[in-house]
Each structure stands twice: as C-alpha cells, then as structure tokens.
C-alpha cells in the first residue's frame, strides 16, 4: 500500500470533524466500509488501516487470510478473514496498544466491562465467554493481546493459530 | 516505511530534533520557569542509598484522611521533589509519600495536585509537550516537565518527568494513548500518589520514540488536537536511578518473608537499595542472572508444568505471580485473582542466562476471596495470564513474577547499557530459592 493518511487522532473537536471527512473519504472510495471489525467485513480493515495510520499487507494461509497491519512505531495487528472475508480474530504485539475501541467493534462494550474490575493495577485481561475470548498481556515496549469469536472459527483452525 | 513517506518522517524528526536540542540547556528559551510559591520544607535526606520500602494500604485523601484506595501488594517509597537548581538552597520542595515503586517501567510519573510548586515544562513548537504511558489495561497522560528528584540520599537533577492532571494539556488523551483502555490518571485510581518506574531501560520509550512519531508516548497539542511527535532520548521520561550521581546502575529491592507464609499481612516493610555491587549493601552475591532481550523479557524460559513460557519477567509493579493454568479457577468477580477451592502448592523453574543453572521456585496460589480484607501483603496471590500452549510460543506464553516473588528475596534489575559483575545489563538477578 502506497496511500498513506496522516490525520489528527480522534480525540477532539477539530481531530474529530478531519477524522470524519477523512473517514466519508475513505468510505466514498472503498464500497461498503463501516466502523467496526470483529465480527464485520473485509471492508472494515481498511478503516482501521485508515484509522491507524497503518500499512497493510495480506497473506493467505489456508482456510483463512491475514491482513497485517504495521503501524507507526513497530506494532502490528493482524486481522484474521474467513473464506466469505468476515474478520473472526484480531491480534496485535508491540509497544503501543492498538485502539482497541476501533479493533473490537461491537465488541468493544464487553472488553470494557470486563476490563473495569482490573482498573487500578496491570493484570492482564483472560476473557474466556462461549462467543468472545480476549487475552492480552505484556508490559511496557512490549503488550500483546488476541481476540476472537469462537464460534466462528473456520472449519479446522483451532485458536492456536491467531497470534 | 515506503519512499513517499520517508521525506515526510525525515521533516518531522529533523524539526523535532531542533526542537528537543533547543529545549535542552538550562535557561533556553524553551523551557518556562514560573516563579515559584514561598519555601516548602523537606523531611530531611538520610544520605544513604536505601529507603525504606512499604507494602501497605496505600495513600490517603490529604481532606478526609480516608484511604483513597483498596491495594493489595504494592510497595511505595516517598520521595521529595524540587524545582530544578533548588536543592542547595532552602528548598522549593515538596514530600510525596506513597510513590508506587515499579520495576516494570521506566518514568517518574506524579500528579499535579500532589505539589504546590509549578515546575519547568517542557515544550516542542511551542507547545506543551504531553506524555502518555500504556499499561497492560490502563494508561496515564500529562505533561513533561522537569524536576530535581531526591530519594534516600540520592539526587538526581533536572530529570523529565510525567506530571498529570497539567493543564497545560487538554485533559483528555487521545485514542492512540487511551487504546480504550482504563484511565489512571487520579491518585485513586493508581492507588498511588505517584509511579517510580526504575525498571530495565534508561527511557519509557527509547529510540524508538527518537527515531519517529510513535502511538501511545509523545505528543504535541497544537490548537488542542493532539498528535504523536519524536522526541530525544534526552527528553523522554527518564529512569531516575540512571541520573544519579553515585549508585547509579539498578536497584535492588528486599522485602521480609511474611510471618504467617500464605495468610498475608497488614503490611510489610522492606528496603529500595539503589546501586548494584557499589556498596557492601547491595552486592550481587550469588544471586542467580536473568539476562533480558530489547522486549524486557528474561531470554530464557520459564517452565511451568509442562509450559515453556518465553515471554517472563520479574515486576514488582505487578501485584500477583501472573500465567497461564487453565486447571486453577478464576476468581468470578472477574478481577483477574484467582480463586482455587483451597491455596494450591505450584512451582515454576527458571534458567540463568546460559541456560544454566536452573532453579525451581515454589510458591502457593490461594483463593482470593478468602484472603483477609484489611491486610495488603500477600505472597499467595495469582492470575490468569495469556493462553500458552506451547503450540502458540510466538505471543501469549507470559510469566509475570510478580510481587509476590519479592517476598523473602534480594531481587535486582540492572539497568541497560551497564556492566556489573561482569554481567552486561539489562538483567534481573534474583536471590536463589
């Protein structure tokens, strides 16, 4: 990917009203493009992308394919596709913390209530439900964290596989 | 970074290189000293390299008295701070009690409200420089400035700290810093009146931050819209212990074996000794060398059970030995304990540097909600951490040592770019079972 958006974070007014232009941008160019990524489609990564100021690469591996995205500053996440391109695991590894709101989605409600009662000390987070598994983990230059929809795996991908 | 953008990152650092190197003397223009209020006294420095080190209830609102907090297995020294250049004198100083003494970052970061005196900020293009730090699920956001940093009868001068609550920066952090994660930006909310990062590294961030603008570390605020900015090592939040005078390359930390192993305590009193093999209180000795990669995890593996976990580090900012079990319950309140049916006898081995020797330490897990409420030291305290399989080596095998390794144990982090002992740093070294 050569494009590259450089925009103000999403935090203010004037960062906010730059965000949404460069956003109804990217979603007059790119079909079908919403705010969210667990559990959406492949439409949804390059709004990430976007958001993230990131570069993307693909690589297809068997029953799934993985968009990786490289970050400013040496973190990448890396969204996880099924064969019908719906994103059913992200994972991310390095110094900074993705902004998990933009990576989960609809799923991001159920982090934060989870990650609530561990406000006020660093333990890391091991949510296990029967649709929703988010782990994350490390310490300063160096965190790590998955998330995935258990339920929608792909036919023989086991967990294991996002990383 | 694809050939487009390079002019792009090369403009930004070579500004904010000029930026950071015009910041960098005393008296430049850059940096805004306020006058400062009237004289605040100091408890007195003990001229020694130790302080005392205290697992307790944590601070107190100054208002009520009342515990701002409920903490368990933190430990916090106090410190005293000045406005730069100020030590000699009388003192422009301020005594901050229950600074959180974290071996897993690096960074002095403090709150606003806990001193009267307005210290000298740091600025590029004009604007207040901010600084975020990210936790595993929380974060902190302030502003730089520098002060004069005395603990024991250690000084170090002129260092850059985090200072939060400033409002010399909009209040709310960007989503790059906030990532979503929990706010701890209020002395009840860290449970301290501060955080001493005085762990492996010289800087928070290193010269990945000098090298280009990175998420979650520095920003400018230009017009109130906050962006990532590069910034100097120099600059960036320092570790204090490196800018010390004397005693300067780690620290060790000795806390007691608690009386009544895996009941816990109301507290427990230890010591913060700083310098490694540089008095006859802090020798290495035989304690046992962790050497740890650019990451800060030990290069070699922790064993536990049937688990290789390389991803492991020794933390006393963590309040709980943390990994991965899926035999031991969770604790259902879901506030990431523990909870076994009964305190659960484990044990975990780690290797030296060489891979040898190896050492297995025991320790017990119990269940969290049994412990007795009114105490905060606890040796038996665990958490889920990662799903480590030993199929899946490259992310989530993680064994955090934290606080509770710290019990009845000389444990030593070595900063980076240090050699002692013949041992280069970075390194932890631990006291053996």
């Known amino acids: ?163 | 970074m694809t050939p487009t953008l390079r002019p792009l990152y090369l403009a930004l650092l070579a500004i904010a290189v000029a930026v950071v190197s015009s910041c960098g003397g005393s008296g430049s223009s850059a940096v805004v000293v306020s006058t400062p209020p009237p004289t605040f006294t100091c408890t007195a420095p003990t001229g020694t390299n130790a302080v005392t080190l205290a697992v307790d209830a944590g601070p107190t609102d100054p208002t009520t008295g009342m515990l701002l907090s409920n903490v368990v297995n933190q430990s916090y020294v106090t410190i005293n701070v000045y406005v730069p250049g100020t030590v000699a004198g009388t003192g422009h100083c301020q005594t901050i009690d229950h600074v959180w003494v974290d071996t897993g970052s690096s960074g002095l970061r403090l709150f606003r409200s806990a001193f009267t005196d307005t210290l000298p900020q740091s600025q590029q293009g004009g604007v207040a420089l901010a600084s975020c730090s990210q936790f595993v699920n929380s974060y902190t956001w302030g502003a730089v400035r520098s002060a004069d940093v005395r603990i024991a009868g250690e000084l170090a001068s002129s260092v850059p700290i985090q200072v939060i609550g400033d409002s010399s920066i909009p209040a709310t952090a960007p989503s790059s810093c906030t990532a979503g994660t929990n706010a701890m930006n209020t002395a009840a909310a860290m449970g301290a009146n501060g955080l001493l990062g005085i762990g492996l590294f010289s800087q928070d961030c290193g010269l990945l931050c000098q090298g280009a603008p990175t998420p979650g570390f520095y920003y400018t605020c230009p017009g109130g819209t906050c962006a990532p900015v590069s910034l100097a090592t120099t600059a960036q939040l320092q570790n204090v212990v490196g800018l010390f005078t004397t005693d300067n390359n780690g620290v060790l930390i000795q806390l007691p074996a608690l009386a009544l192993p895996d009941v816990g305590q109301a507290t427990a009193v230890g010591a913060l000794i700083f310098g490694v093999n540089t008095q006859t209180n802090n020798a290495l000795g035989s304690a046992l060398v962790f050497g740890v990669s650019a990451n800060g995890y030990i290069d070699t593996t922790t064993t536990y059970g049937d688990m290789s976990e390389p991803q492991s580090y020794i933390d006393s900012g963590s309040n709980g030995l943390f990994f991965n079990d899926p035999a031991i319950t969770n604790c259902p309140s879901g506030n990431g304990f523990f909870c076994p049916a009964s305190t659960t006898a484990l044990s975990a081995t780690m290797a030296g540097s060489t891979g040898a020797p190896t050492f297995t330490y025991n320790f017990n897990i119990a269940n969290e909600s049994t412990l007795n409420a009114t105490f905060t030291a606890f040796d038996d305290l665990g958490g889920p951490n990662g799903t480590c399989d030993n199929n899946n080596t490259m992310n989530l095998c993680i064994f955090d040592w934290g606080l509770p390794f710290f019990y009845n144990r000389s444990v030593f982090t070595v900063l980076e770019n240090t050699t002692v002992g013949g041992n280069t740093g970075p390194f932890f070294a631990a006291s053996t079972p």
């Open chain 1, 1 to 163: 990917m050569t494009r590259h958006f450089l925009k103000p974070p999403r935090n203010s007014t004037p960062g906010r009203v730059f965000a949404l232009a460069t956003w109804l941008l990217a979603a007059a160019l790119t079909p079908g493009i919403c705010l969210a990524v667990l559990g959406q489609d492949a439409s949804t990564v390059e709004a990430d992308r976007v958001h993230m100021q990131a570069q993307r690469s693909i690589t297809q591996s068997g029953a799934f394919s993985v968009h990786e995205l490289q970050l400013p500053g040496a973190t990448r996440v890396r969204e996880y596709l099924d064969s019908s391109h719906r994103v059913f695991a992200v994972a991310w590894s390095g110094p900074s913390i993705p902004d998990l709101q933009q990576l989960l989605g609809a799923y991001f409600v159920r982090y934060q209530a989870a990650v609530r009662p561990l406000a006020r000390s660093r333990r890391p987070l091991a949510m296990q439900q029967t649709d929703l598994v988010i782990h994350t983990g490390g310490h300063p230059r160096a965190f790590f964290g998955v998330a995935y929809l258990p339920l929608q795996l792909p036919l023989g991908v086991s967990a294991e596989q996002i990383r």
